[in-house]
């Protein structure tokens, strides 16, 4: 198996989208955490759906979080 590490611009290229899925994991854990209702299933459930990597965070936000 050949050794495929990524170069120097391909890192560069991927390095605000990492920043970006980052960011929204740790919004919507936080506040999964501090949330006292959802609507659709419970604190468990959406802290393990948000870690599907692209969509999980994304898919808390727009159908766990209680809108007010």
């Keep these: 198996m050949k ?12 390095a ?4 970006f899925e ?3 994991l740790f919004i919507a854990w936080a506040d999964i ?3 006292p209702a959802f609507r659709r299933g419970n604190r468990v ?3 393990l759906i948000s870690l599907i990597q692209p969509i999980g965070p994304w ?3 727009k159908l766990g979080k209680v809108k007010e």
Excluded: D, G
């Design 3 to 14: 050794n495929k590490n990524l170069t120097h611009n391909q890192k560069q290229l991927l």
């Design 16 to 19: 605000p989208f990492v920043a």
């Design 22 to 24: 980052l960011t929204a």
């Design 33 to 35: 955490i501090k949330a």
């Design 45 to 47: 459930t959406w802290l």
């Design 59 to 61: 898919l808390y936000l």
